[in-house]
């Protein structure tokens, strides 16, 4: 997980509904990209009870939340990925643990879109695309990070040596990066359930988002341009046929 800004203030909401899960993770990780003078006090409870809080050079944006782990950390483990703004469900990592061990070669999802293609080459508006309303695994599953997503240990080693090609692509969309990542290694994405599932904001954290930028605003639709190749186009054009 990473924060920013005023949302450094609620973050424990977060956290804290994912030490109350059924499951506990093996560890917590919120990454910083500044110094803090003074931790507030609720992640310092936080700290006591095995949160770690961890400060890397800014400049990573959205990406904050998984690559400096994967580019200085052992792979050996599923990662997941969740985010700041979200009060998870106490089966939250529990079911994803469960399709992780049901479907292990799989990006595993709690909500996902079917991508949307007019031809081989070409997307369809994000805006447009359909919720997934499947527990298949396909490449034209694209799995958003909003309710979590955990990625597979060789994913992970995949996208620590493909370096970091999100900075000039996808620089505020990580969900685009990873799905690109996913397709080209061969990964497909799997929804926990046969529909999307979707949890409560915490209050007031929505004035600070990057939805209205990277939907309303078109960015999602002209990072993934930049971001697909030819090949990664091609195998998510494939699989469409088969869930339309």
Not at 204 to 224: F, H, K, P
Request: proline share 6%.
């Amino acid at each position: 997980m990473t924060t920013h800004g005023e949302r450094l203030r609620d973050v424990w909401l977060a956290i804290e509904s994912i030490g109350r899960g059924t499951v506990k993770p093996h560890r917590l990780v919120l990454w910083l990209d500044r110094p803090l003078r003074r931790i507030p006090w609720r992640l310092r409870r936080l700290q006591q009870r095995g949160l770690e809080i961890r400060f890397v050079s800014p400049g990573l944006g959205v990406h904050t939340k998984y690559w400096p782990l994967l580019s200085s950390e052992p792979l050996d483990r599923p990662l997941v990925m969740s985010d700041d703004d979200i009060i998870y469900p106490q089966t939250w990592l529990e079911e994803l643990r469960g399709a992780h061990q049901d479907s292990p070669g799989c990006v595993i999802a709690h909500r996902a879109h079917v991508i949307g293609m007019s031809s081989e080459s070409a997307f369809t508006p994000y805006s447009s695309w359909r919720p997934c309303e499947s527990d298949a695994a396909h490449f034209a599953h694209f799995a958003t990070s909003v309710s979590g997503q955990l990625l597979p240990p060789q994913l992970q080693k995949a996208i620590r040596d493909d370096g970091e090609g999100f900075l000039r692509t996808a620089p505020t969309a990580d969900d685009v990066w990873l799905h690109y990542e996913a397709v080209k290694h061969g990964f497909a994405t799997r929804q926990v359930l046969d529909r999307q599932q979707h949890w409560w904001f915490i209050p007031g954290s929505q004035q600070t988002g990057l939805n209205a930028v990277n939907v309303t605003g078109g960015e999602n639709d002209r990072q993934l341009a930049a971001t697909h190749s030819a090949e990664t186009r091609r195998r998510i054009w494939g699989e469409l046929a088969t869930i339309r």
